[in-house]
């Protein structure tokens, strides 16, 4: 027989968490992230209905008696849903060359999973404040890496004319910023083109002055060719 009152309650949770879900999507999709609105929506209101499932298997089963072979773990499939969503969060780390990216959209996901399950269970209020703070978090917070930054791997790439021999200049206007640890230099010499060619494999903060670096090193540093300065290798 369809209960139309009970219906309703699944109706609810299942929109509740979808609302919960879309709203911690919605920020990640603002960012420019893959997994935004609509897999967020789709993880938290996923993970609802399984713990919605888990709760009724339950109710399928309660005619057994104890002398039944069969055991019941209601949180079985809720305890799955999150050592799964390890897969999912795992597709949206990304390893860049100095830098892992995603790590952030990963976590929104596993949050997610467990916000969707406290609304299939009946546990609205902590999924709400869950999802509140989270969103003050990522919302908020951002600001800190512009203002603190964060070390990254660069390399520093510079070609010269070889009769110069540039390299103690080029450390010494290096060591001017605290913030930038010259690591380890390659060294090519190409004799035909006398040109000779260093790679400097640097970390430093991400808002590090490059340009103003970059500056000095073309005005300072006489028989300069070339100058790049990209990513390098996580350490």
Known sequence: MFDFTESSIWLGKLLLAALLG????FERETHGQAAGLRTNLLVTMGSCLMMMLSLHIPELFQGLDAT??????????????????????GGAILKGRGSVRGLTTAASLWLNTGVG?????G??????????????????????KMIFGHEVATV???ACHSDEKPLRRIRSILSKYPDLDVTFINYFLDIPG????????TTCKKNAPFGKIIT????????????????????
Do not use: C
Request: a neutral charge; zero cysteines.
């Open 22 to 25: 879309g709203a911690v999507g």
């Open 194 to 201: 006398h040109t000779v060619h260093y790679k400097i494999r």
């Open 117 to 121: 399950l406290s609304v299939g269970s």
């Open 156 to 158: 520093l790439a510079i």
């Open 216 to 235: 000095e090193l073309r005005t300072e540093v006489p028989g300069i060719r070339e100058i790049t300065w990209e990513e390098g290798d996580v350490p």
């Open 68 to 89: 039944s072979n069969l055991r019941i773990d209601p949180a079985r499939i809720a305890s799955y849903a999150v050592a799964g969503m390890g897969f999912l969060g």
């Open 123 to 144: 546990y609205f209020m902590p999924a709400i404040f869950a999802t509140l703070i989270s969103l003050v978090i990522l919302y908020n917070l951002r600001f800190m």
